[in-house]
């Protein structure tokens, strides 16, 4: 004959939570061992994706960063994007050529931040030359818009930061941005065939 504190934790066991998961692998201690596939969180990620901006990531590209959602969105044409992605894609060789970190935090992983060895070689600081050389000029096409500083800061965020409540923007800043982009596409129009800005 069982005792009564047998019976109640026989009970107990049968009755408690939710029943356990049938064949799944485990570690000794019972934990369940976790196997998903990279394919498996991706589509976790683009399913997120797809809920959030309500766009479908398989049909196009444009949906994962903000100046691609604008362009979706049909608030900029293609060449504005391909001078936003032009401008994104040289200020990250600056960022990268000088040694200072992204400006944008989702792009860091802040214990790998290391700084650099102190000691340049011709080649590092002829890149780094270059490359600021050609952000300064960038930066300079900008300002001398109308409304400048403005139309800086806009491009800014929206191409480098890639801030999403800028695909919101009010018209006055959608302007500021469309302007920025513009002047960008003039000028690269203008390097591209040799002649000066």
Not at 135 to 160: A, H, I
Request: hydrophobic share 35%.
């Amino acid at each position: 004959m069982t005792s009564k504190a047998s019976k109640l934790r026989i009970k107990r066991a049968t009755r408690a939570g939710r029943p356990r998961k049938e064949n799944v692998d485990r570690y000794p201690g019972g934990q369940i061992k976790h196997s998903e596939t990279e394919k498996e969180v991706k589509a976790v990620a683009i399913e997120a994706l797809k809920r959030v901006h309500g766009v479908d990531y398989h049909a196009s590209g444009y949906s994962g960063y903000t100046l691609g959602r604008l362009f979706m969105d049909g608030k900029i044409n293609k060449q504005q994007l391909e001078a936003g992605d032009y401008y994104a894609e040289q200020m990250a060789r600056y960022y990268s050529a000088v040694g200072v970190p992204f400006p944008s935090a989702r792009a860091q992983d802040l214990f790998s931040i290391s700084g650099f060895g102190g000691e340049t070689t011709a080649e590092q600081a002829r890149r780094a030359r270059a490359a600021s050389n050609k952000m300064m000029d960038l930066e300079g096409v900008l300002l001398r818009c109308q409304d400048g500083p403005r139309v800086k800061s806009t491009v800014f965020n929206v191409c480098v930061m890639d801030y999403e409540g800028m695909r919101t923007m009010p018209e006055a800043q959608l302007l500021w941005l469309t302007r920025g982009l513009n002047a960008l596409i003039w000028h690269r129009g203008l390097v591209v065939e040799g002649k000066s800005a």
